[in-house]
């Protein structure tokens, strides 16, 4: 198992890793303490690259710091715990999971989007090594903790009838989405997008055929569906109402009352853009009874996720109140109290 030292989120110097967190005059470099492990503005600042690109003005660049800083304290009450249980992610999970991440892409593209976000390979896996370590602490400590038994769905069942009757036919739908407007700005895998009308109807043609030969809906729509909203769900759209279908272009609606549920459409242009519709799931109207399995499902996944969320944020707290914990960069901010 790799020590603590190849993944920590601080960089500074170990004379600092045993800086008091009540300390109110850190070196410069310290943004917060966490039990005398010392998170740097080099952490924060790394992280505000990571997940916002494009800087907004500075007040904005303020508030996210801070909610970084936040997030990355969490992380390090989280890993000492993990570290304290003996449950630090292994370099083969690491790998694994790495793994994982890079085969959607070739050399070329996986390089792309690490330079999108100006991390290396050591980080990303340094960021992984975190993200698996606290994930089978959480996976131990809480998710193994939460029960839901038959009567619990079957209480909630009574409690929320309403929830479960509905008043028309309901349609899960998913889409693949190809519009011919250039544009740089995609949200899909592949980064990929059609300029103009010949390079979407090739496109739509090209993501048809694979359909037809099996490749799964939902990654296709992960990896080229130029629909900012839905792509990063598979293509998924949630339940639509049949009421709202009216609303919808006429062949838009004709294609979704009648697929057949698990079938997708051919490729409808409409609105100026092309479609391919898939119908995941379609629930008819009236209500449903505790016996069907579906609403069983949802019942339980509901219930756990509260359960989950609970507990998770109470373990949270549990953490802290063990915990010394300093946030400088807080503490710089706030009027009337730096330098006290």
């Known amino acids: 198992m790799p020590s603590r030292s190849t993944f920590v989120v601080s960089g500074v110097l170990a004379a600092f890793l045993v800086l008091p967190a009540c300390n109110k005059t850190p070196p410069a470099s310290v943004a917060a303490a966490v039990n005398g492990h010392a998170i740097t503005y080099a952490d924060v600042d790394r992280q505000l690259k990571w997940q916002f690109p494009k800087q907004p003005d500075a007040d904005q660049v303020q508030i996210q710091k801070l909610a970084l800083l936040h997030a990355l304290i969490d992380e390090e009450l989280l890993l000492q715990r993990a570290e304290k249980l003996g449950l ?23 390089q792309k989007q690490l330079n999108d976000r100006a991390m290396t390979v050591d980080e990303l896996k340094g960021k992984l090594r975190r993200d698996l370590s606290t994930e089978k602490l959480l996976n131990k400590e809480v998710l193994s903790r939460i029960n839901i038994t038959d009567k619990d769905v079957s209480d909630f069942y009574n409690a929320n009838k309403a929830l ?10 998913a889409q693949i989405m190809v519009s011919p407007q250039p544009s740089t700005d ?3 895998l592949k980064h990929d997008k059609a300029q103009n009308e010949d390079q979407a109807k090739k496109k739509i043609q090209m993501l048809e055929a694979r359909l037809k030969q099996g490749d799964d809906f939902a990654m296709l729509a992960q990896s080229f569906s130029e629909d900012s909203e839905t792509a990063p769900n598979g293509g ?5 109402g049949e009421s709202a279908l009216e609303k919808a272009d006429p062949e838009i609606r004709k294609q979704i009352l009648t697929l057949p549920p698990g079938q997708f459409s051919a490729p409808t ?11 995941i799931q379609h629930e008819a109207a009236g209500q449903r009874d505790l016996n069907d399995p579906r609403v069983q499902q949802s019942i339980r996944e509901a219930l756990r996720t509260r359960k989950e969320q609970l507990l998770r944020g109470a373990y949270m707290e549990a953490c802290r109140n063990d915990a010394q914990v300093a946030n400088y960069l807080a503490i710089k901010l706030a009027p009337g109290f730096e330098g006290k």
């Open 164 to 173: 479960f009757n509905f008043p028309e036919n309901n349609y899960r739908i």
């Open 269 to 279: 242009h409409a609105g100026g853009v092309w479609h391919i519709l898939k119908v």
């Open 236 to 240: 998924d759209m949630g339940f639509v």
């Open 186 to 188: 995609v949200k899909n």
């Open 88 to 110: 630090i992610a292994t370099e083969a999970e690491v790998d694994t999971k790495f793994n994982e991440i890079r085969a959607p892409y070739t050399q070329e593209e996986f």
